[in-house]
């Protein structure tokens, strides 16, 4: 009787093994949030929803983004002035980038390279070649640049400069600049529609949010919020994503604590979601079913279903998270 | 920041300030605008509830006469009651809350934000007067020394130099005060950072039972 029920347990770990085995596979999507205040960036597992890692970055980690393939991640070490590249699997540091004085937001070219970093310090937006970290060119552009944006088809790279208060359009074939578009006080980020077609900037002190013609370089429209119960100076615009299919938009709206739901081919507002506290950045999953805000105040990300603009859940990360991105 | 905030010696008089500030606040006296706040932090005077609630309008409600709440509130409010535990507590209310959890649910909200931010209120007031005290010590340093370099140059007896060395005495503790609550400023200016954030987890986790 024993010799069975051995083989059976055996035969049982084999397959407990074979199923350790297969579950990479399965490959579930991961969040990498930046956590500014704790120089880490905390992964999680978008099937369970749990942090399955942290792990220590340069100091005071800010922005965030992915390869076009989703297999680096590159962080921008504000404080130690260099960008750092991360393997997304094995999630150890790859290499580092110089960057210029005080990285914060940073833009890939669509094909990969080359890498867009504004320097806040500066003045300067340094444009670095992420396969020999040579200087590709420093671009001049307005006071403290922040908010980096690229055109689906990589002719225009678009910064924001926060006390200029302007959106400078650079053609990325001479990187020179060929259009600055006034836009409100302090914009934040610049982030082009899938099809090109729409630029959309955001104003954290103007509490706006400028839709641009790239065709014309003219706004067409500002989008202004009003929620009750909220002051409109806590109402302070910074994240902005726009589905592939360019029918919503959410803005996050920073001490609001709230997420704008935008129909964007209306351009209104259709519904606040209640996040965490200062929500900054967002970021879609590939499949763009969930949209990732990181909140600040609260140390905690919110998960919220695109389709059904509900918050469902809210996962603890590091103190102070930044920005946000999703790999496959 | 936070590593260095740990390693400073000032800990123990730090943690005691906040209570300080609260036990010496006189109720509600309007803050005096303009210079007097130390903080790097932006200063909001009160918190709005739209920023964290987006349930029923809490207007005109009487969360005290609902016995329930009342004595919920404060257990909730009360930092020593860990978030977890509260958050608990919240949940076991919300099952007792019989048919009209909803309302009941509103009303607890009701009188966690009201009592959150009257609390707040009475640290801010004491964050200034923290803060005006400080101006004050620092004017008092300012004379001390000066009279203490007069003395000093002027000293000619044993008596004289004693006086000198008095003063001076004075002015070390007045500076030693002095930095120590300077140093201080930066864990009394977190107080109603972290009862802000009080108030949204509560407000979170009384919405999460809403439903």
Known sequence: MKRPIMLSTGIAALAGLLMVDALPAQASPRAFVTNERDHTMSVVDMNTLKVIDTIKTGRRPRGIIASPDGKLIYVCASDDNRVEVYDAATLKLVKTLRSGPDPELFVLHPSGNPLYIANEDDNMVTVVNVENNDLVAEIPVGVEPEGMGISPDGKYMVNTSETTNMAHVVDTSNNEIIENILVDSRPRIAQFTEDGKQLWVSSEVGGTVAVIDPATWKIIKKISFKIPGVTDDAIQPVGVRVTKDGSKAFIALGPANRVAVVNAKTLEVEKYLLVGQRVWQLGFTPDEKFLLSTNGNSNDISVIDVANEKVTKSVTVGRLPWGVVVVP | ?211
Request: with cysteine.
């Open chain 2, 1 to 211: 920041m936070p590593a260095t905030r740990n390693s400073t010696p000032f800990r123990p008089l730090r943690l005691a300030v906040p209570l300080l500030l609260l036990s010496c606040a006189p109720g509600l006296a309007a803050a005096p605008t303009g210079g007097l706040w130390p903080c790097v932090q932006r200063k909001v005077p009160v918190l709005a509830a739209g920023q964290m609630w987006s349930g029923p309008s809490i207007e005109n409600v009487n969360w005290q006469q609902d016995s329930d709440v009342a004595a919920l509130v404060p257990v909730l409010v009360a930092q020593r009651t860990p978030i977890d535990d509260a958050t608990e507590q919240v949940e076991s209310f919300a099952q007792k809350a019989g048919a009209e959890r909803k309302d009941r649910l509103t009303l607890l909200f009701a009188g966690v934000f009201d009592q959150i931010n009257a609390r707040r209120s009475r640290i801010m007031n004491g964050i200034e007067r923290y803060s005006q005290h400080q101006i004050e010590l620092s004017q008092r340093i300012k004379s001390e020394s000066l009279e203490l370099a007069k003395a000093k140059k002027a000293a000619q007896s044993d008596e004289d130099k004693a006086k000198a060395a008095e003063l001076e005495q004075r002015l070390l503790w007045d500076t030693r005060i002095y930095d120590a609550r300077n140093q201080a400023v930066t864990a009394v200016c977190e107080s109603p950072v972290l009862l802000e954030q009080r108030a949204f987890s509560l407000a979170r986790a009384i919405q999460n039972v809403m439903e």
